[in-house]
């Protein structure tokens, strides 16, 4: 199967996962469980939500997780700040990452977006370098974009 194939079926179990259900917060537990059961050689999966100017955990799934990252600071404040998902080979070389789990090598991390309002991120962790590619990102952009239509999101 390739990429493509695997996030479009992913994708689809998501939608069917979340179906008849539109609470943001139990979407979003869902979401996380699904990507931490079906990406290989991950060690965290879970959303940042945006709190003024900080992310504070939401669902994951992994260890536990910084609580509370300033806009700007690590890959996701950097997502948030720069409204640009983050594609990160080796987390060690980014400058200002911050360590929630010293085991993770790799980081991609989607900002998401209602209208022109963030609501915070997406994020996944590997312990392998290079672990995410174009592929998982364009994948992992679709999976949030299907979690933000299947719901009924947070007010401002």
């Given at each position: 199967m390739s990429t493509r194939q695997f996030y479009d079926s992913l994708a689809e179990?998501?939608?069917?996962?979340?179906s008849?259900?539109?609470?943001?917060?139990?979407n979003c537990a869902n979401a996380s469980a699904l990507l931490f059961m079906e990406l290989a050689d991950i060690n965290w999966a879970g959303l940042y939500f945006l709190h003024g100017d900080e992310l504070r955990v939401?669902?994951?799934?992994?260890?536990?997780?910084c609580t509370?990252?300033?806009?700007?600071?690590?890959?996701?404040?950097?997502a948030v700040a720069s409204g640009e998902s983050q594609l990160v080979e080796d987390v060690h070389q980014f400058p200002g990452h911050i360590a929630c789990d010293a085991v993770s090598a790799?980081?991609?991390?989607i900002p998401l977006y209602a209208g022109d309002r963030c609501l915070g991120v997406l994020?996944?962790?590997s312990p392998s370098v290079a672990r995410f590619d174009a592929g998982d990102l364009a994948g992992l952009q679709k999976f949030a974009?299907?979690?933000?239509e299947h719901s009924d999101l947070p007010a401002a």
């Open positions: 179990q998501l939608a069917g996962l979340l008849g259900e539109r609470d943001w917060l139990a939401g669902p994951f799934q992994g260890k536990p997780a509370r990252i300033p806009v700007g600071q690590g890959v996701c404040g950097t790799s980081e991609v991390v994020d996944i962790d974009q299907v979690l933000l």
